[in-house]
């Protein structure tokens, strides 16, 4: 009955089975010890219920195969029945006063030739061969319950944390998904700054005229405006530096500073005075710095505007 009771609960099946034990032995004291192999490097039989025992008994919780005379029994798969127990071994104590027990009996606890715990018993009183017999038997029945309870606990405590790891997984998707969601969103953010910048440039690609140069000021592109405008083809314009067409005597521009200051990201504006054979016109031009993922400057972006008719009514007073 008492192993049927407990298959789920290794504690509470060692205090049943010591309790029982003692009761049916008449023995005042006794103790289970149970194998705990829940780290590969590190066996031990541990203590896990005891009746009667004093205080300073029960502060070795932990045995080691060989250690003491519960450690023998189990290194060597052997009962041991002593009626000559040290005197400083254990002590009975009741209301009445302390006592030395007589009789001493550690029983290993074993199925399959391998051993899985260890009962304790002491009796003021010699015991019987059919008591030390029983206590053998019941031992295989015990070590049987004992297999099946930690495969149990075993068990319960794979699926406690294989649960758990389904938990896990189960947030780390739904942050997966959240972070596609995210990321999926911003990228849709992205694409329309994209295009409405892509919208933006083309604009000013149609009405305005636009030059690209490289860092060291030389045509790298240019749109149909300002061809038109010049009135050359963009072979001929591809390669100019800039400021070829401007008219040295109205040049009041440091071009070397000028580009300096481009080079470290800087904006500047710019009001030009070119000459194309016959033609004199006016531009005012913003040069702008595109950089690169680290903040580079790679290429120049020169938005012109023909101001030649605001400059001559100027000049005329008009």
């Not at 450690?71 to 798969?77: A, I, L, P, S």
């Not at 405590?157 to 294989?162: D, E, F, G, H, T």
């Not at 591809?238 to 005597?249: H, S, T, W, Y």
Request: proline share 3%.
């Amino acid at each position: 009955d008492v192993l049927r009771k407990n298959i789920n609960d290794i504690h509470n099946l060692s205090f049943d089975i010591v309790r029982s034990l003692v009761e049916y032995i008449n023995a005042p004291v006794g103790a289970v010890y149970i194998l705990n192999d829940h780290e590969k490097d590190n066996h031990f039989f541990e203590l896990t219920a005891a009746v009667a025992y004093g205080r300073d008994r029960l502060i070795q919780k932990h045995i080691l195969p060989g250690e003491g005379l519960v450690g023998r029994c189990v290194f060597e798969k052997a009962t041991i029945y002593m009626v000559d127990i040290p005197k400083n071994y254990m002590k009975i104590t009741s209301g009445l006063g302390t006592s030395n027990p007589q009789c001493l009996l550690v029983v290993p606890m074993m199925l399959n030739d391998e051993v899985l715990g260890a009962i304790e018993l002491a009796t003021f009183k010699k015991l019987e061969p059919y008591q030390v017999g029983f206590v053998e038997k019941i031992a295989e029945n015990i070590a049987s319950t004992i297999s099946s309870v930690k495969i149990n606990e075993r068990t319960a405590r794979l699926l406690k944390q294989s649960q758990e790891q389904a938990d896990i997984l189960s947030q780390q998707e739904e942050e997966m998904r959240q972070n596609m969601e995210e990321m999926h969103a911003t990228q849709e953010e992205a694409t329309k700054r994209e295009n409405e910048m892509r919208a933006i440039v083309d604009s000013i690609w149609e009405i305005s005229m636009v030059i690209e140069y490289d860092m060291d000021g030389k045509v790298t592109d240019v749109n149909q405006n300002t061809l038109d405008l010049i009135g050359i083809s963009k072979e001929k314009m591809l390669g100019k530096i800039q400021g070829a067409f401007q008219i040295k005597d109205d040049e009041t521009v440091d071009r070397d500073e000028f580009w300096r200051d481009l080079r470290t990201g800087e904006i500047k504006k710019l009001v030009q005075h070119i000459s194309i054979g016959p033609r004199n016109i006016w531009v005012s031009e913003i040069y702008t710095p595109i950089c690169d993922s680290a903040g580079i400057p790679y290429k120049v972006i020169n938005i012109a505007v023909d101001i030649t008719e605001t400059m001559k009514n100027k000049g005329t007073g008009a």
